[in-house]
């Protein structure tokens, strides 16, 4: 089949979905890079960097809008939804008005992108998504983090198991009823479509997909969705998991010249293994630096798409320290821009280490510990970090919050579920777990502290891997009980116990701990009826 007439099959469906008439709209179907820059191009602010990258603004939002996130209530999905704070409920008469919405600004649009491509590596699990959007960025980003198709698996692509309709230039109707704001994010597990409306920010599409695999994988599959890196040992072929909130390290982390990186944010856990749910990253890039992180600076370049960044207008040159549009600066690549990056992203091997990740704002918590089977259970129901600047619309700085699953604005079902899912497998291939601090030491955010180099993350993690830490002398933090190693090669030991390092004196220190221990079991108290009692009793001693 030429392009051509694989070309005139989605553009077909999307004539038809959209009720295309006599309206004059070119439509790009998986269009090269090279075309999606040239059409970027016309758009407003749209420029080049001086490594090749496409440097596009999103806008108004710099930011998810995790207020605006909305679940449509049908009775095919209404039982297993996580109903609350993080998915609100929208009538399908709601869903309706916002789609016909979204669907009438798409048509008055002169070029229309569709891209088809694949969530999930492992072909027993994979979707086919199809996204149609007005901007040649947001087509470019999607290309590049969703899986793509070779030319025959294109060929025989058919229709997508989930479409999303990104009309986000153009605003929701604030008098449509259940609408709070003129931005809206609505799913729809019935139909399998994704509606969104008033904001441009590119990983509003990301983490829709990423909602859509935490429903569909354990509900269809049994499949456990995990919000975390994952990279494997060259030599060994073991693999580790980290989980973390954005602004925790994932992507820095799993970024080893020295393993295989599988993925830098999204993961399946099934029977058979681990796989990536995208084909690419999506950096974080304030104070991005090539001494620091050569593998993520070195990937932007041709056919990357970095957002909201400040750049010189003469030499195109981009400032990474420059916050001046947002902290949450970002850059989407395809995952083969990493060179040890391991494709198809998946592992036959389960994993053998289990990383919790938290960038703690206050101090306490140690850069390492090593977590027992009913603590791994409760930190991760717990969630703990500190949102980093930028990654949510409003934050300037970092703030304490708990997030389950380390992922909970992503969660489509209860996270106990997810819990109880990864307790058994954890169990089942007898995985060591460790919680990693990547935020502060020596006192906290507000008090002076400094955030723990990333040189010693690299050597704490070296440790894990080569086995060395596993096997150290550790003692006891009070009050949240924590292991701690009392030594780790090119680690400074008084870094490793936060009472011994604290700059304003063990009184000052005492208290941080118990505001943070009392912050522990306020949080946990949603999920103490569901909790057995061994897990109960390996939270914080407040």
Request: hydrophobic share 35%; net charge negative.
């Amino acid at each position: 089949m030429s392009p051509s007439k694989i070309h005139r099959s989605a553009e077909s469906s999307i004539r038809d979905e959209l009720n295309l008439g006599e309206e004059v709209v070119t439509i790009r179907h998986n269009a090269p890079a090279a075309l999606l820059y040239e059409d970027a191009l016309e758009e407003h602010d749209t420029a080049i960097s001086s490594t090749g990258a496409l440097i596009a603004f999103s806008g108004k939002k710099t930011g998810r809008s995790p207020k605006d996130k909305r679940i449509v209530d049908e009775a095919t999905s209404s039982n297993n939804i996580w109903w609350g704070p993080v998915n609100k409920k929208c009538s399908e008469k709601t869903w309706l008005v916002n789609r016909e919405r979204a669907a009438d600004y798409l048509k008055t649009r002169d070029h229309l992108y569709i891209v088809d491509a694949y969530a999930g590596w492992d072909p027993r699990y994979r979707i086919k998504v199809r996204v149609v959007c007005a901007r040649a960025y947001h087509a470019l980003f999607m290309t590049n983090m969703l899986i793509r198709p070779s030319q025959q698996e294109l060929k025989n692509f058919g229709e997508p198991d989930f479409t999303v309709w990104n009309a986000g230039q153009f605003p929701a109707n604030t008098h449509t009823e259940g609408m709070s704001s003129k931005t809206t994010v609505e799913i729809n597990f019935k139909k399998m479509e994704m509606v969104i409306l008033g904001t441009e920010y590119a990983g509003e599409m990301k983490k829709g997909i990423f909602t859509v695999m935490f429903y569909l994988m354990p509900v269809s599959h049994n499949v456990l969705t995990l919000h975390s890196s994952a990279n494997q040992g060259i030599h060994k072929q073991d693999v580790t998991l980290f989980f973390g909130l954005s602004g925790t390290g994932k992507t820095t982390l799993s970024a080893d010249p020295h393993r295989e990186l599988i993925g830098d944010d999204e993961h399946c856990w099934s029977d058979h293994g681990v796989f990536n749910i995208e084909g690419g990253c999506y950096a974080k890039c304030i104070g991005l630096s090539q001494a620091k992180e050569p593998e993520i600076y070195n990937a932007i370049k041709f056919g990357a798409v970095l957002e909201n960044v400040a750049y010189d207008p003469n030499t195109r040159a981009v400032d990474y320290d420059d916050c001046t549009i947002t902290e949450n600066t970002r850059c989407a690549y395809p995952i083969e821009y990493i060179p040890s990056a391991k494709i198809p992203c998946m592992a036959d091997q389960h994993p053998s280490n289990i990383i919790l990740l938290t960038c703690d704002a206050s101090g306490v918590l140690p850069p390492v510990s090593h977590l027992s089977p009913q603590q791994v259970m409760y930190h991760f129901i717990s969630g703990y970090t500190s949102k980093v600047a930028g990654t949510e619309d409003g934050v300037t700085e970092p703030e304490a919050t708990f997030s389950s699953c380390f992922g909970q604005p992503f969660l489509a079902l209860h996270p106990m579920r997810y819990a109880e899912m990864l307790a058994e497998k954890m169990h089942q291939h007898k995985a060591n777990a460790w919680l990693i601090n990547t935020g502060w030491t020596g006192a906290g955010y507000l008090s002076g502290g400094q955030r723990c180099p990333l040189k010693y993350t690299r050597a704490i993690l070296d440790a894990i891997h080569d086995g060395s830490l596993v096997k150290s002398e550790f003692e006891t933090l009070p009050t949240f009980n924590l292991r701690i190693p009392t030594k780790v090669n090119n680690v400074p030991s008084n870094l490793l116990n936060p009472s011994k390092n604290w700059s304003e004196g063990s009184a000052k220190y005492g208290k941080a701990v118990q505001n943070l221990a009392n912050l522990f079991v306020d949080n946990f108290k949603k999920y103490e009826s569901e909790a057995t009692k061994e897990v109960l009793s390996a939270g914080p001693k407040a």
